[in-house]
């Protein structure tokens, strides 16, 4: 009787070393994966919550509406930025941030200085509308790309005069740019 305890055991026992070995195998399968990718995973990348344009390319133009519950909207440019203000009238906004023409990096939108216009197209307007942090950056650009100084206010309001136009603008480059996609082949 004792014999059959022992037959009985060792299969079990098998497995349990056999399973062991798996474990160990996958623990260094994914510590070497961790490994070879840098330790961490890949950041998530930012878009606009309006028209998925992509932080990295637009940081010059990055709006950064924080509102008083503690929700954020991440977006390309003023004009979305407008679009979110409209849509969302019954929040209160806590701060504005913007993306600085030069650097990118983000200031507050109320300190900015502000040109309206210019030679240069705007994102996702005709009519541009850039944040500078100092009035300096500002002069060099209107020197250089002309357009006309302005303050936040100014700039929101030029925002919703151009909104019908620039989404007019938006449409047809998308539709170009859906004909101009090569059409799969059957």
Do not use: N
Request: aromatic share 8%; glycine share 6%; charged share 25%.
């Amino acid at each position: 009787m004792s014999v059959c305890v022992c037959v009985r055991l060792w299969p079990i026992t098998k497995r349990i070393e056999v399973m062991k070995i798996r474990i160990i195998f996958i623990g260094i399968c994914l510590f070497s994966f961790i490994l070879l990718s840098g330790g961490s995973a890949p950041a998530e990348e930012v878009a606009c919550i309006y028209c998925g344009m992509d932080k990295a390319k637009f940081g010059y133009s990055w709006v950064v509406i924080v509102h008083a519950d503690d929700t954020s909207a991440e977006l390309c440019s003023i004009h979305c930025a407008a679009i979110h203000l409209a849509l969302h009238t019954h929040k209160t906004i806590d701060a504005i941030t913007v993306g600085d023409y030069f650097t990118a990096k983000q200031i507050d939108a109320d300190k900015a200085h502000w040109v309206i216009g210019g030679d240069k197209l705007g994102v996702m307007t005709s009519r541009a509308k850039w944040a500078f942090e100092t009035k300096e950056a500002a002069g060099k650009f209107i020197k250089e790309h002309g357009g006309q100084p302005a303050v936040l206010k100014d700039v929101i309001k030029a925002a919703f005069e151009d909104m019908y136009q620039d989404t007019l603008m938006i449409q047809k480059k998308r539709k170009l740019m859906k004909m101009l996609q090569p059409k799969p082949r059957d």
